[in-house]
């Protein structure tokens, strides 16, 4: 006879293993509308089945494969049981700068941009604009937030208002946890990954001598793009959009072909190598330039590179007084460039020296040949027997072949190894 324990335990593992295969016979795009209507539920009235769902239907998400990763699997359904949902029209208003904080944003579709008032405020004619138009003419732009990625910490690191405005470039379902439950299930390890991020990001500029208060008014303005080796960041002659990069980790080559366009089969040389800290693409940004005029490789196993904008830059700079930074980069971007124009333009003179070189070797090994040919004619007529100046006749014509054999082997070395310099 089976007890009532017996009975429960055979009914709840049946229960999962219907879960298991509803989540198998599944596509992601399938679970999404399940998983929304549970988000909808109250959290209190969530079962385990519940977030089950959830956890298949996010698991493609960036912000809940760094919350197992970092934290584990526990931690994670701790935040999917709490999470709610909310939903946004294009051109809807999340929150706007200055508002009190309330809650933690993580995208589950769509895509949002932020927005920065500027200093001091544009005054414009207001009536009948929209709320969103009333922010984006008084605002910056400042960078697009995507599908995967969260926003809305950086309130709660020192209890601030809101230091932006977020509005939604299309349709948007964001998954939303409060404020307390944030501080209870994320806070802490959000926040060392926070304050992580932006000590890293000071140390990659240090070198520049800014103010910590400008390195946390930049730190949003800049978006992180990852790599991997061999992949590229531009080409050589692809339309530049004046963005600026800086190196956060890892290891970038950059490299030039001569004709002004890259491609795998065309040789190219290498022009510097770059580490954390360093700053490229700056060229044509500073100088106005519509094309890219040299390529950028990751040249590790893996690299991380911020970006950010000229114009967004010059914005900053301007909105805090600090536009002393514009002309120091770009100073240091000329002198920069002149360092390695001289030492490629070096480099072309070793290597015409080397041809040079190459030239007269060749040129005196062809005389010592043709030495060697005269010299042993005249040994051969100083012979006078009939037969025996048949056979020197004889003998000399294959010295003279094996010469002529020679000769062209050097010539064909020689025109070989200036195709590999050129």
């Known amino acids: 006879m089976i007890t009532s324990p017996n009975k429960q335990f055979i009914e709840n593992k049946r229960k999962k293993s219907d879960i ?3 989540i198998n016979g599944l596509s992601k795009e399938q679970l999404m509308p399940i998983c929304i209507e549970i988000l909808q539920k109250n959290p209190e009235q969530r079962k385990l089945e519940d977030i089950q769902i959830i956890q298949a239907a ?13 934290q584990g699997e526990l931690m994670l359904k701790e935040c999917l049981k709490r999470m709610c949902i909310e939903m946004f029209d294009e051109d809807d208003v999340v929150f706007e700068q200055g508002d009190k904080p309330q809650s933690f944003y993580i995208i589950l579709s769509g895509g949002v941009s932020v927005y920065i008032l500027k200093t001091p405020l544009v005054e414009h004619k207001e009536l009948e604009l929209s709320k969103t ?5 008084r605002s910056f732009f400042i960078k697009k937030i995507s599908m995967g990625q969260s926003f809305g910490e950086l309130a709660f690191l020192n209890d601030n208002v809101r230091s932006a405005s977020i509005i939604c470039d299309s349709e948007c379902i964001l ?3 409060s404020k307390k439950d944030y501080k209870e299930v994320l806070q802490k390890a959000q926040e060392n990954k926070l304050r992580q991020q932006i000590k890293d990001f000071h140390s990659c500029l240090k070198q520049h001598q800014i103010s910590p208060k400008l390195l946390d008014i930049l730190f949003l303005a800049f978006q992180s793009s990852h790599y991997q080796f061999r992949q590229a960041v531009y080409y050589q002659g692809q339309l530049s959009k004046q963005e600026i990069y800086l190196v956060q980790s890892g290891e970038f ?4 072909s001569n004709d002004g366009f890259y491609s795998p089969k065309k040789q190219t040389s290498q022009i510097a190598l770059l580490q954390k800290g360093q700053i490229f693409g700056d060229l044509e940004s500073f100088n106005s330039i519509d094309k890219r005029q040299q390529s950028v490789f990751c040249n590790s196993e893996n690299g991380v590179a911020l970006k ?3 114009s967004c830059l010059i ?3 301007q909105t805090t007084n600090e536009m002393h930074l514009y002309d120091q980069l770009k100073n240091i971007c000329l002198q920069k460039e002149q360092v390695r124009s001289d030492r490629q333009q070096k480099q072309v003179s070793q290597d015409e020296n080397l041809i040079i070189d190459m030239k007269y070797v060749r040129k005196r090994d062809l005389t010592y040949q043709v030495k060697r040919v005269r010299s042993a004619r005249r040994n051969t007529f100083n012979i006078r027997s009939p037969l025996q100046i048949v056979e020197d006749v004889i003998k000399n014509k294959k010295l003279v072949k094996t010469i002529i054999d020679l000769i062209f082997n050097q010539e064909w070395q020689a025109h070989q190894g200036q195709t590999f310099l050129n």
Do not use: G, M
Not at 58 to 70: C, L, M, S
Not at 253 to 256: A, D, F, G, M, N
């Open 308 to 310: 950010i904008q000229l």
């Open 175 to 177: 998954a939303v946890l």
């Open 253 to 256: 080559v950059i490299c030039q």
């Open 58 to 70: 996010t698991k493609d998400i960036e912000f809940f494969q760094q919350v197992y990763n970092e």
């Open 20 to 22: 298991v295969s509803l």
């Open 133 to 137: 138009e009333k922010i984006k003419r």
């Open 315 to 317: 914005q900053r700079l």
